[in-house]
């Protein structure tokens, strides 16, 4: 181990990588925080599912009737944008707290930073997992059935929505460990990126302002996942997009990265 | 060969108080030209300044120093926990460093699943643990307990698990701070006997404490750390004198 002031880039780069590779650790950590949130309860991580599960069936006759859709239509499209949205936002809200949250670890040894936040990242992993129960459960009943070309696609979309897990994570975790009043104002955000993305409405509902839909990276990121699991193709754009906020994102998280890596065990 | 070397290291450690540490109030002082809140909320302590260092195989030192005076920052800078601010340190060795006993342990767990969990956080695959939980298991002497979670336990009985863990695994640089014990006086001699093996089985061991009695057993040399700079650093006797003379 050699550790020099002067080799940040290095640094940055070794504890990434290693981070990364060192999947015995966070896979381990990630199971321990599901098992620990869950242990005392007969369902475990399944309440999320059937509560997600409750919120879609009630939602879905609700806003099926407001908007004048097709229930099947409709339940499969609010379905699938629940999970993810689930999925998104908490990745984004822990992803605050990847860093404080492991503080006393972090003041203790030398694990590369990058473990705590695939820790984060492999737990809300697993209940994506548990809650894609729903997503097939709507799927089978409607009998929409997604081609193996659409399921390629999706496997690269779930890939591309990991790695942009990865870098939000590591920045807003080295942003919020030095900011403590970051946390709160992501949380507000957050609520207002859920009205503003079409989740709960189709985008098709708002002839006119398409540019309020088209400008919202996150929609992008929807139409990517969703579409190939309701048997569309996404656009060409939304792919540009998507990978375009990946590789900038990437790009930015690394030059913070670099920058203030070794302050975060002082900021903790 | 286990070694530490450390080039001129300084330490800069940022002490932020409630105001420095909100956007709100930062971005509220670059737009009024900090005219309106003066106080930046921000104090930088130099915890070590320039200190050099080499330590080979064989050496058990003594970390010396008044509270504040950068014990526990070295430490943490040979553990890797603390970046320099500037300057270099290499470590070659598989590092344990040992401040908390309690480091990963989850009282809902039982006692083996947290065996586990610390064994993975030192780096044992999985398949390679057995010898570990067959020793601790012998060491706690908790038998059926260890399939109880950790919550169920007595306050005695979580230290002793929780020592166990720690001084399981003999590391090749050993790091310690100020940590022992308490117990029955069974568990007492056990546990010294049980360091005595820890210490005797590592190539390098650095422990900070406050203690004289605790680093003439254990230490041949002892390092003085003085506001931050090395002040002394040699054999045990000569420089625990001069400290004794310096503080008094």
Same mark, same amino acid.
């Given at each position: 181990?050699?550790?020099?002031?002067?080799?940040?880039?290095?640094?940055?780069?070794?504890?990434?990588?290693?981070?990364?590779?060192?999947?015995?650790?966070?896979?381990?950590?990630?199971?321990?925080?599901?098992?620990?949130?869950?242990?005392?309860?007969?369902?475990?991580?399944?309440?999320?599912?059937?509560?997600?599960?409750?919120?879609?069936?009630?939602?879905?006759?609700?806003?099926?009737?407001?908007f004048?859709?097709?229930?099947?239509?409709?339940?499969?499209?609010?379905a699938?944008?629940?999970?993810?949205?689930?999925?998104?936002?908490?990745?984004?809200?822990?992803?605050?707290?990847?860093?404080i949250?492991?503080?006393?670890?972090?003041?203790?040894?030398?694990?590369?930073?990058t473990?705590?936040?695939?820790?984060a990242?492999?737990?809300?992993?697993?209940?994506?997992?548990h809650n894609?129960?729903?997503?097939?459960?709507v799927?089978?009943?409607?009998d929409?059935v997604?081609?193996?070309?659409m399921?390629?696609?999706l496997?690269?979309a779930?890939?591309?929505?990991?790695?942009?897990?990865?870098?939000?994570? !590591?920045? !807003?975790g080295?942003?919020?460990?030095?900011?403590?009043?970051?946390?709160?104002?992501?949380?507000?955000?957050?609520?207002?990126?859920?009205?503003?993305?079409?989740?709960?409405?189709?985008?098709?509902?708002?002839?006119?302002?398409?540019?309020?839909?088209?400008?919202?990276?996150?929609?992008?990121?929807?139409?990517?996942?969703?579409?190939?699991?309701?048997?569309?193709?996404?656009?060409?754009?939304?792919?540009?997009?998507?990978?375009?906020?990946?590789?900038?994102?990437f790009?930015?998280?690394?030059?913070?990265?670099?920058?203030?890596?070794?302050?975060?065990?002082?900021?903790? | 060969?286990?070694?530490?070397?450390?080039?001129?290291?300084?330490?800069?450690?940022?002490?932020?108080?409630?105001?420095?540490?909100?956007?709100?109030?930062?971005?509220?002082?670059?737009?009024?030209?900090? $005219?309106?809140?003066?106080?930046?909320?921000?104090?930088?302590?130099?915890?070590?300044?320039?200190?050099?260092?080499e330590?080979?195989?064989?050496?058990?030192?003594?970390?010396?120093?008044?509270?504040?005076?950068? $014990?526990?920052? #070295?430490?943490?800078v040979?553990?890797?926990?603390?970046?320099?601010?500037?300057?270099?340190?290499?470590?070659?060795?598989?590092?344990?460093?040992?401040?908390?006993?309690?480091?990963?342990?989850?009282?809902?767990?039982?006692?083996?699943?947290?065996?586990?969990?610390?064994?993975?956080?030192?780096?044992?695959?999985?398949?390679?643990?057995?010898? #570990?939980?067959?020793?601790?298991?012998?060491?706690?002497?908790l038998?059926?307990y260890l399939?109880?979670?950790?919550?169920?336990?007595?306050?005695?009985?979580?230290?002793?698990?929780?020592?166990?863990?720690?001084?399981?695994?003999?590391?090749?640089?050993?790091?310690?701070?100020?940590?022992?014990?308490?117990?029955?006086?069974?568990?007492?001699?056990?546990?010294? $006997?049980?360091?005595?093996?820890?210490?005797?089985?590592?190539?390098?061991?650095? #422990?900070?404490?406050?203690?004289?009695?605790?680093?003439?057993?254990?230490?041949?040399?002892?390092?003085?750390?003085?506001?931050?700079?090395? $002040?002394?650093?040699?054999?045990?006797?000569?420089?625990l004198?001069?400290?004794?003379?310096g503080?008094?």
């Amino acid at each position: 181990m050699l550790i020099s002031s002067n080799a940040q880039t290095e640094l940055a780069l070794a504890d990434i990588s290693q981070g990364i590779r060192s999947y015995e650790v966070w896979g381990m950590l990630g199971w321990q925080d599901i098992k620990q949130r869950y242990r005392r309860s007969v369902l475990g991580p399944f309440w999320l599912t059937l509560s997600t599960g409750a919120m879609v069936i009630v939602l879905g006759f609700v806003y099926a009737s407001i908007f004048r859709m097709p229930l099947q239509q409709y339940l499969p499209f609010l379905a699938i944008g629940l999970v993810l949205w689930t999925l998104i936002s908490s990745v984004i809200t822990e992803g605050c707290m990847v860093f404080i949250s492991a503080e006393a670890m972090i003041k203790q040894m030398r694990l590369p930073l990058t473990t705590h936040a695939c820790r984060a990242l492999w737990r809300n992993i697993i209940i994506l997992g548990h809650n894609f129960i729903i997503i097939l459960i709507v799927l089978v009943v409607f009998d929409v059935v997604p081609s193996v070309l659409m399921l390629l696609f999706l496997v690269a979309a779930l890939l591309i929505l990991v790695l942009n897990a990865l870098w939000v994570s !590591l920045s !807003l975790g080295l942003i919020c460990s030095r900011y403590r009043d970051i946390p709160p104002i992501v949380g507000s955000l957050l609520q207002v990126s859920f009205f503003l993305t079409p989740i709960l409405w189709h985008p098709s509902l708002l002839p006119g302002r398409q540019r309020v839909v088209d400008l919202n990276p996150l929609h992008h990121f929807f139409q990517v996942t969703r579409g190939p699991l309701l048997g569309e193709l996404p656009s060409a754009t939304s792919w540009a997009v998507v990978v375009a906020t990946t590789l900038l994102g990437f790009l930015c998280t690394f030059i913070l990265f670099k920058k203030y890596r070794r302050r975060i065990a002082y900021w903790v | 060969m286990p070694s530490i070397s450390l080039r001129d290291v300084f330490v800069q450690i940022p002490i932020y108080s409630a105001t420095g540490r909100s956007l709100k109030r930062q971005f509220i002082r670059a737009t009024t030209g900090a $005219k309106v809140v003066s106080d930046a909320g921000r104090i930088v302590v130099n915890a070590l300044s320039g200190v050099s260092l080499e330590l080979g195989h064989g050496d058990r030192v003594g970390l010396v120093g008044h509270n504040g005076a950068g $014990k526990t920052t #070295l430490l943490r800078v040979m553990a890797g926990v603390y970046e320099p601010t500037l300057g270099s340190v290499a470590v070659d060795g598989r590092v344990t460093p040992l401040f908390d006993m309690g480091l990963g342990m989850d009282t809902e767990a039982t006692g083996y699943e947290n065996i586990s969990v610390r064994a993975t956080l030192l780096g044992i695959p999985r398949n390679q643990q057995g010898a #570990l939980v067959e020793d601790v298991a012998a060491f706690t002497e908790l038998g059926d307990y260890l399939n109880m979670p950790v919550r169920t336990y007595s306050q005695g009985m979580y230290l002793r698990l929780a020592f166990a863990i720690s001084t399981g695994v003999a590391p090749d640089i050993l790091l310690m701070d100020e940590f022992f014990a308490v117990g029955d006086a069974h568990f007492l001699v056990k546990a010294q $006997k049980r360091i005595d093996q820890l210490v005797s089985r590592t190539g390098i061991m650095v #422990l900070a404490s406050h203690s004289d009695q605790l680093i003439r057993r254990f230490c041949n040399k002892v390092l003085w750390v003085n506001a931050g700079e090395v $002040k002394a650093f040699g054999g045990t006797d000569e420089v625990l004198r001069e400290y004794s003379s310096g503080v008094a």
